[in-house]
């Protein structure tokens, strides 16, 4: 197990990890996409779009006279984006892009997404800025997971805290990633001036024995979690994967993330 990184070296954002997790959520992306195509958009910029998996699921729920536009700072990540789009029958473009450096060279279209990628946003407000209505921008799809809600166990309650204040230590300053996002992104959201037209969290959960669809994500959350922590709650952590392997039926794991749609 490793940080999860993809070619450009950013956590949680290999494309192995990246796959893990959207099949994991699948079911529940594909209903979020699907509140998406209300306000009708006719492009649609991913901004962090990684492999492009979030545009696979676009792709079908969108009518195909919508383009799409995958940016990324990893060239990997979007040659295999690419790669997948053949076979849409869209227009897609795949722009390799440094946001942090140069933010107004996204290009312009009806609906941007921010998903789970403000965690690797410099300055969020400048963001927001260079995509806003003025500049044609329309709507503004927004994803962030909760970094203090994703949680398994069950454990103790002071194995718990013990757990949530180790990742705190080792990754709450990280300047890789900030895994403790979700606020930042709601409150720079909330000067953009925009309307909501809605905004909610949404749940993941799942019981053991987890299913197969699942499984994958599940572990290496716990194995990257587990790489966090001093010996005696990576033992907690290692213990808690061989109760899930052999099935045991008393574990949990649920994970939490804001969303919105704004214009």
């Not at 209300?38 to 676009?58: F, H, N, Q, R, Y």
């Not at 180790?166 to 953009?192: F, H, P």
Request: aromatic share 12%; proline share 3%.
């Amino acid at each position: 197990m490793t940080n999860q990184r993809n070619t450009s070296g950013k956590q949680l954002s290999s494309s192995s990890w990246l796959t893990d997790h959207h099949v994991a959520k699948e079911k529940l992306r594909k209903s979020f996409a699907k509140k998406l195509t209300v306000l009708e958009p006719t492009s649609i910029v991913d901004i962090g779009c990684g492999t492009g998996l979030w545009l696979t699921i676009l792709n079908d729920v969108f009518p195909k006279n919508c383009k799409f536009i995958g940016v990324d700072s990893d060239k990997s990540s979007l040659e295999t984006a690419e790669q997948i789009s053949q076979s849409w029958g869209r227009e897609c473009e795949w722009i390799q892009l440094d946001i942090n450096t140069h933010p107004e060279k996204i290009p312009v279209a009806d609906m941007a997404l921010i998903f789970n990628f403000s965690s690797y946003v410099d300055d969020l407000d400048m963001l927001l800025s260079y995509i806003s209505k003025e500049r044609g921008f329309k709507q503004l799809a927004l994803r962030q997971f909760a970094g203090h809600e994703i949680k398994f166990g069950p454990f103790e309650n002071d194995d718990q805290t013990a757990i949530d204040l180790s990742l705190k230590d080792a990754i709450g300053n990280s300047e890789q990633i900030r895994y403790y996002d979700m606020d930042r992104l709601i409150q720079a959201a909330a000067t953009t001036n925009r309307q909501v037209l809605f905004k909610e969290f949404e749940l993941f959960q799942d019981f053991s024995p987890f299913k197969s669809n699942t499984w994958p994500y599940i572990k290496g959350t716990a194995e990257w979690t587990a790489e966090k922590m001093p010996a005696n709650q990576k033992k907690l952590i290692t213990d808690w994967l061989s109760k899930a392997a052999e099935e045991n039926d008393s574990l949990y794991f649920y994970s939490l993330d804001w969303t919105a749609l704004l214009f």
